[in-house]
């Protein structure tokens, strides 16, 4: 686990070094569309870049959770929820006790989400805490707690916030190219054609290379959340059951997205459940291999 934990911590250095990059060169390309020199491109580049990165490192959570529209759990409306995570938290070994939030959704669904375990969130849908009885909700109450000991919960939130913002930037661009299209480049411009060359195909390959580090991310932390959840709660069927239900309800949760599927205990899409040959980039394994993996655990 210790391992993990550091794995995802020197992942979360790479990725955001690597959107810095991306971004970085995609506003420059964007500038130089529209005709800026190339020394305010790249002042203009970098300063955006670096400040959209420390701005998503601090207020990841913040920007996930109003995504969603979720409402701050309270003691009184959900006394189930917060029963069962006082009583996890002994169990988790975490020092500092998440937030609870809850979003309005008949999909039962949850996720963790967060820079560190100290400023951490747990939230689930009305639909979970309707669905499910107290042990399935357990479970899943674990399983997002898993995240949180494992440091997935970093990795997951800034790809999530940076995915979406790489998205915006590719529609700008498509936007922009075709407005300056019909220009004419001045020969001075073209000393600066390897870096547009390469700012061009980051553009082209962003929505790409997103999805393939979602996809990097995610399988194998789902399969560690759900073994490390039942050394919590010492009760796989109670997580077992959770997830039949919940892959089973088809039901649809409006709020999610592609760039925050990953983050859920179970892709929120219904239609893309499942992992066969022709759904090779599920950014989830099916159910039934992670019911198979935790029967081993018994």
Aim: proline letters at 3%; hydrophobic letters at 45%.
């Amino acid at each position: 686990m210790y391992e993990d934990i550091k794995k995802n911590k020197r992942k979360t250095g790479v990725i955001v070094f690597s959107f810095l990059l991306m971004i970085t060169l995609i506003l420059y390309y964007i500038c130089y569309m529209f005709d800026i020199s190339s020394f305010a491109a790249i002042a203009i580049a970098l300063t955006f870049s670096v400040i959209s990165t420390i701005a998503t490192y601090y207020n990841c959570d913040k920007i996930v959770l109003a995504s969603v529209k979720a409402r701050e759990a309270t003691h009184e409306e959900d006394l189930q929820l917060t029963n069962i995570l006082d009583a996890l938290m002994v169990a988790s070994g975490l020092e500092h006790k998440p937030r609870l939030y809850v979003m309005e959704s008949s999909q039962p669904n949850a996720f963790a989400t967060g820079r560190n375990p100290e400023n951490a969130i747990i939230c689930v849908t009305t639909g979970l805490l309707e669905k499910l009885d107290y042990y399935e909700l357990e479970g899943v109450v674990a399983h997002e707690l898993s995240h949180i000991k494992n440091y997935d919960i970093l990795l997951s939130a800034v790809i999530s916030v940076m995915v979406g913002f790489v998205v915006m930037l590719s529609d700008i661009f498509t936007r922009t190219m075709f407005r300056s299209s019909s220009r004419d480049k001045n020969d001075d411009n073209k000393g600066n054609g390897i870096l547009l060359i390469i700012g061009l195909i980051f553009l082209i390959l962003s929505p790409i290379v997103s999805n393939l580090i979602q996809l990097a991310v995610s399988r194998r932390r789902e399969y560690l959340a759900d073994s490390t959840a039942v050394q919590f709660t010492r009760n796989p069927d109670g997580l077992i059951s959770a997830l039949k239900k919940i892959s089973s309800d088809d039901s649809e949760l409006d709020v999610a997205s592609n760039s925050n599927s990953y983050m859920y205990i179970e892709n929120p899409f219904p239609k893309k459940r499942g992992y066969n040959v022709s759904n090779l980039f599920s950014t989830h394994p099916s159910i039934e291999e992670r019911v198979q993996a935790l029967e081993n655990l018994k």
